[in-house]
């Protein structure tokens, strides 16, 4: 059998830590866990190189949260931000650009996996909002990215399985499709059984408990910062024992 690989979405040095001992095979490095992922700063990505391979690394190059259609500074800074990267020895990076008619943004995604190569690219969630999948697949194998982070269309990897499943035939080993989105323990197997597919994504979240609840922002209620969340190892162990049944 083909080895499942399990990649868990981390925010900071900690969730690293606890992924990478429990047991993932390859993280994605974001910033910013309320706005679903931006581009984590330089420090994060070198102190991440530490406790895992850069090649078991995948860096998100995204500026800001909310849609992926960008405008020109939004552009350049994601531009240099793969630079950067790039500089700094990252070998996998993470984004994707799309058209105000849903459809992938051909050009500036195909300057952003030239820029970025050696690195191997791949196309993120934006993917989720273009307008026909089907094209969007053949438009992300000729642009060069190796690998697609989808749900399938659907507020979760479950729920978009068909979806998945169809990618997974279209492509025919031409790109990686990377389900993630809601994928826990609970559903892991029955996502992989039903799509065939050889890799899973999550975050594996759960509340984590605030430093004490001091200073006037706290009396006042502007802020909430006792909302927090981090990797939990206990989700990510049992993940890996599921995909490493299904490997050989």
């Known amino acids: 059998m083909t080895k499942v690989l399990l990649e868990i979405c981390t925010f900071n040095s900690t ?3 606890h992924a990478v001992n429990a047991g993932a095979d390859r993280i994605e490095l974001c910033a910013s866990y309320v706005e679903g992922g931006i581009t984590p ?3 994060a990505i070198t102190e991440a190189f530490k406790i895992i391979s850069p090649e078991h690394i995948v860096v998100m190059i995204r500026p800001r949260g909310g849609d992926f259609i960008y405008d020109g500074h939004e552009f350049e800074v ?3 931000d793969i630079i950067h990267c790039k500089n700094i020895g990252v070998k996998n990076v993470i984004f994707g650009i799309i058209q105000q008619d849903g459809n992938l943004d051909f050009e500036r995604n195909k300057m952003l996996v030239d ?3 050696p690195m191997s690219c791949t196309l993120q ?5 273009t307008a026909d999948p089907l094209v969007a697949l053949e438009a992300a194998i000729k642009i060069g990215f190796k690998r697609i982070l989808t749900s399938g269309q659907e507020a979760s990897a479950w729920d978009g399985r068909q979806l998945i499943k169809t990618l997974i035939t279209q492509s025919n080993g031409r790109i990686e499709i990377l389900p993630g989105a809601g994928v826990n323990a ?3 197997a029955a996502i992989i059984e039903f799509t065939g597919c050889t890799q899973i994504h999550t975050s594996a979240k759960m509340p984590a408990i605030s430093k004490p609840t001091i200073g006037y922002v706290y009396k006042e209620g502007i802020y909430d910062f ?3 969340t981090c990797v939990n190892p206990d989700e990510v162990a049992a993940l890996k024992k599921i995909t490493s049944s299904f490997s050989a």
């Open 115 to 117: 820029l970025a190569a």
């Open 41 to 43: 700063s330089h420090a």
């Open 15 to 17: 969730d690293v830590v």
């Open 226 to 228: 006792s909302h927090l």
């Open 125 to 129: 969630r934006a993917f989720d909002m």
């Open 78 to 80: 994601m531009q240099q």
């Open 186 to 188: 609970n559903n892991a």
